[in-house]
């Protein structure tokens, strides 16, 4: 969670800063949003009922807004996320409205996380009717499975599958001594991150509403990460409804507190199956998506992107100490704190840290992907108690997601440049909140577990007007998962990948974390199916040798 005092700036730099962002004005986002659903949209207080049913209306409106028709055409094309992909097969259509619903009431839970309360969440309570209903709405996987409330206040699930050592008749049986195969652990997590109210009258559909309107299930965690969850445990249904049972145990790890970190969560089940002795083949956890639109301007072909490996987290506070003095004779000579801060800031935004290649990007860059660096954001500003007093002092927060092979030293070296002159009136100190860590190993992409989750990607994720498979390329992760935790555990590393479809053209991967977080029906019903074939084949013996070990 970001928080911002007094003054706010804001420099990221996204490993998918290559892509655009198109700017609509309020008809359009109307449009834009379900292709004018016939319900109510909160619009800062003004509301209007938009239909689609009348061209002739439509057109008249469009004028009335002052939208050309060839503007309108295009906004309609890029932004309404068009089905480019086969609808899902591993549903049937009963099937698929059920699971719709019940993700729809997964998201009105309450869910958020907070660095500074206990168990690292806001309403316990709601965690814990969260709990209480999802033992209801799965009996199927709480019966098949050994379930336990674990973590910090007991708010995150660890899930147990034990595998049947390949004595099913399933046809997706494999090779392998059944002694010897390790298990595979599957991670999402149930807690969200904060919504600010004063956002509250720009969202199309309240956050916590769980709508499912114009062709998409609206609400905070729609994307992250709660799709993760109620696509396994979906899949895991369906699974079981048929008959199926894995060949080696399989896990599932609900952490509770991912957004800020996981300490309390994730990564106390880590240790928790680290005294058991539990050592995993592999970890599976939310990551890359899928871009709809290509990877512009490098390819316009959909990219499906696997993180294997994720950038380390660390953020410093530039301390500031100045004289002072009375605001009647502030310094010409730029020596106040304001004017220090605003040439670090400055700095930082104009000059963000050298790029590097390592891997995965190396391998990303064969095909499609620009250079990515350590990337520094400004997140917090804070000078000032009086209106007629110089501020003495003043703070900087500067977050940093770092590069494999970076560390500490890096971002102290990049700071004492960007301070330059004013150095001896600055001093740089680590934030004492979320820890900081290094960037993860990479996980090799040659790995069988990563050809499992690529061919269930392409089995899924079929394009509607083409028989080529989905293209699938690795890449490293600018932001940090609950997996981390687990890799003192894992022998083949991680791979992070989310099965929903962004179209970043059109704005959706500001949806993340962002105003009117959003998944489409279609693509809830895909997610599902790649859970449930990702399943299955990781769910069976290995091949042989097993997974390759992450580099290091």
């Not at 992107?305 to 003095?325: D, H, P, Q, W, Y």
């Not at 090799?444 to 080529?468: G, H, I, N």
């Not at 084949?537 to 091949?543: H, I």
Request: charged share 20%.
């Amino acid at each position: 969670m970001i928080r911002l005092l007094h003054v706010s700036a804001v420099v990221h730099f996204w490993l998918l800063s290559a892509s655009h962002t198109l700017s609509f004005d309020p008809r359009t986002k109307a449009r834009i949003n379900g292709d004018l659903p016939s319900a109510s949209k909160n619009d800062g207080g003004a509301s209007r009922r938009y239909s689609s049913s009348s061209t002739k209306a439509r057109k008249e409106e469009d004028k009335q807004f002052g939208i050309g028709l060839e503007d309108d055409k295009f906004s309609q094309t890029a932004s309404e996320n068009p089905e480019i992909f086969s609808e899902q097969t591993c549903m049937t259509a009963e099937e698929a409205s059920a699971a719709v619903n019940r993700f729809s009431k997964l998201l009105q839970f309450r869910t958020v996380s907070s660095p500074t309360v206990q168990h690292h969440v806001l309403e316990p309570g709601e965690f814990r009717r969260l709990h209480e209903w999802v033992a209801g709405a799965y009996p199927e996987v709480w019966k098949a499975m050994k379930v336990e409330e674990v973590g910090s206040g007991n708010l995150s699930f660890l899930l147990t599958w034990e595998g049947d050592g390949g004595s099913s008749s399933s046809s997706s049986s494999g090779r392998g001594d059944s002694q010897s195969s390790l298990p595979v652990l599957f991670l999402s997590h149930l807690d969200v991150v904060p919504v600010a109210n004063e956002t509250l009258a720009n969202w199309t559909y309240g956050p916590f509403s769980g709508a499912v309107e114009g062709g998409f299930v609206w609400g905070r965690g729609a994307l992250d990460d709660k799709v993760g969850v109620s696509a396994l445990l979906e899949a895991a249904t369906l699974l079981l409804r048929g008959g199926w049972r894995p060949q080696r145990t399989v896990y599932f790890a609900f952490g509770h507190d991912e957004e800020v970190g996981g300490e309390l969560g994730a990564a106390r089940i880590a240790d928790l199956l680290a005294e058991r002795g539990v050592m995993v083949d592999m970890v599976y956890d939310e990551g890359g998506s899928i871009a709809s639109d290509g990877f512009r301007p490098y390819s316009s072909r959909p990219l499906a992107l696997i993180g294997t490996a994720e950038k380390g987290f660390a953020t410093v506070n530039a301390l500031i100490s100045v004289a002072g003095g009375h605001s009647s004779l502030p310094p010409l000579d730029g020596s106040s704190a304001a004017a220090v801060a605003a040439r670090l800031v400055t700095f930082i935004d104009r000059r963000p840290p050298p790029a590097t290649l390592v891997e995965p990007v190396t391998t990303l860059l064969a095909a499609t992907a620009p250079a990515v660096r350590n990337t520094a954001a400004v997140t917090w500003l804070y000078l000032g108690f009086a209106e007629n007093v110089l501020p003495p002092a003043a703070t900087v927060r500067i977050n940093f997601r770092l590069l494999p092979g970076s560390n500490i030293s890096t971002v102290l070296e990049y700071l004492r440049a960007a301070a330059g002159r004013d150095l001896p009136h600055v001093t740089f100190e680590l934030d004492g909140g979320q820890n900081a860590s290094l960037a993860t190993a990479v996980t090799s992409a040659t790995s069988p577990y990563f050809q499992m989750l690529k061919t269930a990607l392409q089995e899924v994720y079929r394009l509607a007007d083409s028989t080529e498979p989905l293209d699938v390329a690795p890449t490293l992760m600018a932001g940090g998962t609950d997996s981390k935790h687990y890799l003192s555990i894992s022998r083949g590393g991680a791979l992070r990948q989310t099965p929903v479809s962004l179209n970043r053209t059109a704005g959706d991967g500001h949806r993340v974390h962002g105003l009117n977080e959003r998944v489409s029906v279609g693509d809830f019903g895909r997610a599902v199916c790649v859970m449930r074939r990702l399943l299955q084949l990781a769910g069976q013996l290995p091949p042989d040798s097993g997974s390759k070990a992450p580099a290091r």
